[in-house]
């Protein structure tokens, strides 16, 4: 069997066994769930070169995020510090 390149990171497109380990499922496990994993949302192959962009992928995955960062939410409810010019 061919070395898969896709899993190499400088590919930027992955081949189906890519997106699989990349979702957590067995090969035969995601392809029994991509039509539902696709009505989802998830990228479908690329036309011309039949792998799938990794970056979207990725996107997909973030999206759907349940719990957002820590960082980001204590950042959007603490007002900015106001300079205190009295202090001069």
Same mark, same amino acid.
């Given at each position: ?10 590919? =930027?497109?992955?081949?189906?066994? /890519?997106? #699989? =380990?990349?979702?957590? =499922? ?10 539902? =994993?696709?009505?989802?949302? %998830? ?11 990794? #970056?979207?992928?990725? #996107? /997909? +995955? ?8 820590? +960082?980001?939410?204590?950042? #959007? ?5 106001? %300079?205190?010019?009295?202090? +001069?």
């Amino acid at each position: 069997m061919p070395k898969d390149h896709t899993m190499e990171e400088i590919s =930027l497109f992955g081949s189906v066994s /890519w997106a #699989a =380990l990349r979702c957590g =499922l067995s090969r035969e496990t995601f392809r029994k769930k991509r039509p539902q =994993l696709e009505t989802d949302g %998830f990228p479908r192959p690329d036309k011309i070169t039949g792998t799938y962009l990794k #970056a979207d992928v990725d #996107a /997909w +995955i973030e999206r759907r995020r349940q719990v957002p960062d820590r +960082i980001n939410e204590a950042r #959007a409810d603490t007002p900015e510090e106001e %300079f205190n010019f009295d202090r +001069i």
